[in-house]
């Protein structure tokens, strides 16, 4: 097993769309968490500590885009055939990409969320604003985004090892998340319950990031409990689906 596990990682890093994803994500958000905190009119705007911090969020799709790649990009290219020949075994070949890229999705979390939060930290600190946070608030919203960050990444392992078509995985998960969900919030009584038990809810509750745009959600220790839910239920139907299809290069 840790073979495999060091076989994927190898992968990663030698993986030029893997590679390029992670750079493009770690400077999108120092980019946009640069502007929006030398910018951001405190006074007049309704902006707060938080909503800066937040900017550290978009990891979460990029690791979620990530994880996909990770079983679709064997599929897509036909390299799973000699994959399997290798190693028969394919829940032991899941679990490894599952492993290999929890460990990605962490490493992103960490580069996207600390780089944000000292940019927003610093940023504010030379403008003489007060954040509003004590540092244990600022705590809880860091390790809550490293680990929702990390969960995405794991989700999108299971969601690609479910659907196993590429362009249907990436467009299906990104069109539920970032169009359905958001549309579905619209609906009176429908909206509250997608605002707390969604997709995004619960990952705006573990990343501690409640605001007028997120509404009520659920609380940290709630919202994580149920996005570990989600993820094993599909990294669960991933693995039995890979387990149970047949494989064609």
Not at 127 to 149: E, H, M, P, W, Y
Not at 170 to 193: H, K, Y
Request: hydrophobic letters at 55%.
């Amino acid at each position: 097993m840790t073979r495999m596990i060091s076989s994927e990682l190898l992968k990663l890093r030698s993986t030029r769309t893997a590679l390029a994803l992670i750079a493009s994500v770690v400077g999108l958000v120092v980019l946009i968490g640069l502007i929006a905190t030398l910018t951001a009119d405190f006074s007049k705007d309704e902006v707060r500590t938080v909503d800066l911090l937040g900017i550290a969020g978009f990891a979460q799709v990029f690791a979620l885009i990530l994880g996909i790649l990770a079983v679709t990009t064997e599929y897509r290219h036909g390299t799973v055939t000699p994959t399997l020949i290798v190693t028969p075994d394919r829940t032991r070949l899941v679990m490894a990409k599952l492993v290999a890229h929890v460990l990605a999705g962490f490493v992103l979390g960490v580069l996207a969320v600390g780089l944000t939060t000292a940019i927003v930290l610093v940023g504010l600190s030379s403008r003489d604003i007060d954040t509003g946070l004590t540092s244990g608030d600022i705590a809880k919203v860091v390790v809550g985004l490293i680990l929702a960050t990390t969960l995405w990444a794991a989700l999108g392992v299971g969601f690609g090892a479910l659907v196993r078509n590429q362009v249907g995985a990436i467009v299906g998960a990104l069109g539920w998340l970032l169009l359905v969900e958001n549309l579905l919030t619209i609906i009176p009584t429908v909206g509250d319950w997608v605002q707390k038990y969604g997709f995004n809810g619960v990952t705006n509750a573990l990343s501690n990031v409640e605001s007028e745009q997120t509404g009520d959600v659920l609380s940290q220790g709630a919202g994580g409990a149920l996005l570990v839910l989600y993820t094993a239920v599909f990294v669960i139907a991933g693995t039995l689906a890979v387990r149970r299809r047949d494989v064609t290069s």
